[in-house]
């Protein structure tokens, strides 16, 4: 369904590989999935029963959840990108966006992570860093990403095609409502109007708009912020996931 699958793929083998999957899954007592959008298509695409498939979310990869600046200004201006796969993670729409949303408010600011080559479109673009990929396992380029969520008000990622996304999460638990993809898992990870925006994937003008209105308001910035938060500790981190995996294997010994 991914309009980023790989091309050259035998209708014959896509079928055999999807009888085999099924086989399997049918042996399951219990299925865990990310997101209810991944419970939704072991129903639908597999034929599991919808009570043996269970969304119990998944963590951010941090060992702890970072410290929150309660004097955060949310009025600098400073947008967040990542996305090593430039063109899947929306990053196109993301510059058409920007250049259009920083004729209104010039202050702004876009910092680019993810691509190891410095895109095409992005050279020249006034108000637009890219930084490049950045590795957790450096410590030097950990600490630079980690400057880089701190700073930032918004994180931005209007995916193309994102089956889940481990980004915006890893950026609401510093306190960073996001713009995402209005499709896909990513309404459940960033509830709209409540810990930021949606929007319909490849729609630039929608993209620049949103953020137009959302870095012209830090008050509301800052609520949204603090609410997803809240929504990251009290689903996406990884002893809350136990804690549902545990009960509901509990649950299905005892039943």
């Not at 095409?120 to 890219?130: E, F, K, R, T």
Request: net charge neutral.
């Amino acid at each position: 369904q991914s309009p980023f699958f790989p091309a050259g793929v035998s209708k014959k083998r896509i079928d055999a590989t999807l009888r085999y999957e099924r086989e399997v899954n049918a042996r399951l007592d219990l299925v865990f999935t990310m997101s209810e959008y991944l419970r939704r298509s072991f129903i639908n695409n597999y034929g599991i029963s919808a009570e043996k498939v269970v969304s119990i979310g998944a963590g951010i990869n941090l060992d702890r959840l970072p410290e929150i600046d309660t004097e955060k200004d949310y009025s600098v201006g400073n947008v967040l990108f990542i996305g090593v796969d430039f063109e899947r993670k929306g990053g196109n729409e993301v510059l058409k966006a920007f250049q259009v949303m920083r004729e209104t408010i010039p202050r702004a600011t876009l910092h680019v992570v993810g691509p190891k080559n410095i895109p095409s479109g992005l050279v020249g673009i006034p108000g637009v860093i890219w930084h490049g990929f950045l590795r957790k396992t450096d410590e030097l380029e950990l600490t630079k990403l980690r400057e880089l969520f701190r700073n930032a008000v918004l994180f931005v990622m209007p995916s193309r095609y994102e089956p889940f996304g481990i980004a915006p999460l890893e950026a609401m638990s510093y306190g960073i409502p996001c713009i995402v993809s209005n499709a896909w898992a990513l309404p459940e990870i960033v509830p709209d109007k409540k810990c930021g925006r949606l929007v319909e994937p490849g729609n630039w003008e929608e993209l620049a708009a949103t953020l137009t209105e959302l870095l012209a308001n830090p008050v509301l910035l800052s609520r949204y912020g603090a609410a997803a938060r809240m929504h990251v500790e009290g689903k996406y981190t990884w002893p809350k996931v136990v804690d549902k995996l545990e009960q509901n294997i509990s649950q299905k010994i005892h039943a």
